[in-house]
């Protein structure tokens, strides 16, 4: 059972990259987008890192919002 949740958690990180564009953007390049990760990272461990973190998360519920009223349509 756990491991089919690590599964399938691996499988929703995995989409949020390709949903963000960046498999597209580094032309499926995985040292490039492992690259950009570690970067980012690094970024977080530094001195801003609560700013940082919640503009990203701001950022992402923006998107993620976006998303799910523009599936919905007009009714």
């Keep these: 059972m756990a491991r089919r949740e ?8 995995g989409g949020l990259v390709q949903k963000a564009g960046l498999v597209d953007l580094t032309d499926d390049d995985r040292a490039t987008l492992y690259g950009a ?6 970024r977080v461990q530094g001195d801003d890192a609560s700013n940082m973190l919640a ?3 701001r950022r992402g519920k923006r998107a993620f919002d976006a998303e799910a009223n523009a599936g ?3 009714t």
Excluded: S
């Design 6 to 13: 690590r599964t399938r958690h691996l499988i929703e990180l």
């Design 37 to 42: 990760m570690l970067d980012l990272a690094a």
């Design 55 to 57: 503009l990203w998360k």
């Design 72 to 74: 919905a349509g007009p």
